[in-house]
C-alpha cells in the first residue's frame, strides 16, 4: 500500500478515536443519540477501549510510513487534528 493511503487511513483511525473518545461522555453521548438512550457503563467502556484501539492503530499507520521521530510528528499533528475536526461536529449538534 502507499505512503500517502497509509497516512490517509492513520488520518481517519484518528478522527474515529477521537470521535469514540467524545461519546464517551455523556454530555456528548446525548448529543448524538438524544435523551431517550442513557450512556450505561459497559458502552461507556467499550467506546473508550475502542477510541484507544484506534488511536493506537493511527499511531502504528503513522509508524509504517516514517521514521519514528517523524511518524510521532504527524500523529501528534493528526490527533489535533482529529480533536478540532470533532469538536466542530460536536458543536453542530446542540444538546
Do not use: K, N
Not at 13 to 23: I, W
Not at 50 to 59: D, E, K, P, V
Request: aromatic share 4%.
Amino acid at each position: 500500500m502507499s505512503e500517502a493511503a497509509l497516512v490517509v487511513l492513520a488520518a481517519l483511525a484518528s478522527l474515529a478515536g477521537m470521535a469514540l473518545f467524545a461519546l464517551a461522555l455523556p454530555a456528548h453521548w446525548a448529543q448524538v443519540a438524544g435523551a431517550h438512550a442513557p450512556l450505561s457503563p459497559t458502552v461507556q467502556r467499550r467506546l473508550r477501549a475502542g477510541g484507544a484501539l484506534a488511536l493506537a492503530g493511527s499511531l502504528g499507520l503513522c509508524l509504517a510510513v516514517d521514521h519514528p521521530s517523524m511518524a510521532v510528528l504527524v500523529w501528534v499533528m493528526l490527533l489535533a487534528v482529529s480533536a478540532a475536526g470533532v469538536a466542530m461536529w460536536l458543536s453542530r449538534r446542540p444538546a
